[in-house]
Each structure stands twice: as structure tokens, then as C-alpha cells.
């Protein structure tokens, strides 16, 4: 007879003790060959526009400083390294399923159904699913990266899903658009800037550009990421394009950005999270 590899020869007796032997063992213990199982997680990421959802063909009055009415021309995002952290503080890594929407640890958000003023695909996705590590623990908060990981920011993944989804690549940065919040005359793209390809041809950006999140009070199996437009634009004019191409482009000389980096924690002159700002876009719901 084996048991876990080792030979167990005549009148040699091995007793497991599954639950507990007599005298409050503890039921925790664990048995060299046996992983801890995992839990499934589902995080809801919900955009809205302050107390309104976040839709196409939807009229939105009184966006930013000149109160505004606006529609939705597109809105999706790529988040990255989601992590639940427990109520001891240990970050817990989420470990994200492999479907349309998520893959090598990135997820597609996608507001954006063809309608009214957008043109992407009709499927929506605002949600990410993935498993942890099921110890029984409770969670408070989570972070999370908006972006795409430096890591594959520059490969080509024409096909491979969610990466060769429309409008999403950025060519004059060699990567791709982390954010993208289209309306009339006023686009939100966000993404790595400084991007040249060295001697060896690997693409290397000065500006990373990718704004860290931590959210306290954050429970998956009641609460909900949410995603603000109306607060990632409160101190912009959508009406009025300063200077370059309408709206922000993450440049560093692009004044419509200085006011959207400063509500995503983001310093524009470095392209790096500044823990002086305070980022208002992300907040949690029920």
C-alpha cells in the first residue's frame, strides 16, 4: 500500500485525523498533497454619471464646468493585479478566468452596446470574474491597476481576446488605450506616453501612466466597484478644447489633461501615481 509516495509495509497502521481526534483537534489542519480550494469572486464594476447610469444614446445634463449635456460616443477600460485585501490586511491576489472579456490577468470593461452615438459591439461587459484562495477569510477592500501590464502593453495580439477588440490600440504609442471615454468633440484616452522602441526594438514608455486603486470597505459578495464620469470630469470643460486634439490625450503638454490625471491620482509631468493627489473617480457601491 502507499500512501502520499512512501511504502507502508505489514502491521504498520497510519491513522489520518480528518476532523479532529478526541480532545477539540483543530479542523484546520492542513494535509501534506491537499491545496486549499478555491472560491469563485465576481466583481461588479458599475459606471455611472454622477447618480445615473452610464449608458449609450442617454442625454446627460450638467457634466463639468460649464454644466454640459453630453452623450456617450464610447466607454471601456482595461483593469489589471486585482487584489482583495482581508481584514488582517493581506493582499489577496485574484486569479482571472480565461474568457472573452479577461485573459493573461487583464479584463475589458465595455459600456458601450452600438447605440445612439457609439459605434463599438452590442456586447457589454462590466463585470470581472476570477477565484481566490477559499481560507475562510473576510475581505474589506481591494486594488486594482487601470491599465494594460508593461509587460505586454507592446506585443501584438491581434488574436487574442480582449486585446483585438475595436479602437482599443493606440498606434502612435505602440500599446494600447487603457481608458477610453469618447463624447462630441471631447475624448478621454489614457495610456502610456514616451514610447520609443530601443536598439534591441523593445518599446519602453517614460510615462506609465496607469492609476493604482485601493478601495476601503469593499466586500465582493455585497458591494460594487464604482466608475464616476461625471467626477473624472468635474473641474473640465467638455465643451472646449484648449489646446491639441479635442479633449485628453495623456500628453504632458496637454493642458484638457492636467485637471483628469489630478482626479485619477495621477502626476501628469511623470506619468506616475502621487500620493498627494487624491483619486475621486473610483468609489465603492452597494
Not at 26 to 54: H, L, Q, Y
Amino acid at each position: 500500500m502507499k500512501v502520499w509516495g512512501r511504502e507502508i509495509g505489514a502491521g504498520v497502521i497510519v491513522v489520518a485525523c480528518l476532523s479532529g481526534c478526541g480532545g477539540g483537534g483543530s479542523s484546520d489542519t492542513v494535509i501534506p498533497g491537499f491545496s486549499t480550494p478555491d472560491k469563485a469572486v465576481t466583481i461588479r464594476f458599475n459606471a455611472v454619471v454622477g447618480n445615473e447610469i452610464a449608458a449609450c444614446n442617454t442625454d446627460y445634463e450638467l457634466v463639468g464646468t460649464a454644466g454640459s449635456t453630453i452623450q456617450f460616443k464610447d466607454f471601456r477600460l482595461f483593469v489589471t493585479r486585482i487584489r482583495l485585501v482581508t481584514s488582517g490586511g493581506e493582499e489577496v491576489p485574484v486569479t482571472l478566468d480565461t474568457t472573452d472579456w479577461q485573459a493573461q490577468d487583464v479584463a475589458l470593461l465595455d459600456y458601450e452596446d452600438a447605440t445612439g452615438l457609439c459605434t463599438g459591439t452590442q456586447e457589454i461587459n462590466g463585470s470581472v470574474t476570477g477565484t481566490v484562495p477559499d481560507n475562510g477569510q473576510t475581505f474589506n477592500a481591494i486594488r486594482f491597476t487601470v491599465g494594460v501590464p508593461e509587460s505586454i502593453n507592446h506585443t501584438e495580439q491581434n488574436s487574442v481576446s480582449p486585446f483585438n477588440v475595436t479602437n482599443m490600440n493606440w498606434g502612435w504609442t505602440n500599446g494600447y488605450k487603457f481608458m477610453r471615454i469618447d463624447i462630441p468633440d471631447w475624448n478621454m484616452h489614457l495610456g502610456a506616453t514616451g514610447c520609443a522602441a530601443n536598439a534591441q526594438s523593445v518599446v519602453e514608455c517614460t510615462n506609465s501612466n496607469r492609476p493604482e486603486i485601493e478601495l476601503f470597505g469593499f466586500d465582493p459578495d455585497v458591494n460594487a466597484v464604482q466608475l464616476d464620469y461625471a467626477a473624472l470630469v468635474q473641474d473640465s470643460n467638455v465643451s472646449a478644447n484648449i489646446n491639441g486634439a479635442a479633449g485628453c490625450m495623456s500628453g504632458v503638454d496637454d493642458t484638457d489633461c492636467v485637471e483628469i490625471f489630478t482626479q485619477l491620482g495621477l502626476n501628469l509631468a511623470s506619468g506616475e501615481n502621487d500620493n498627494v493627489l487624491s483619486q475621486t473617480v473610483f468609489s465603492v457601491a452597494p
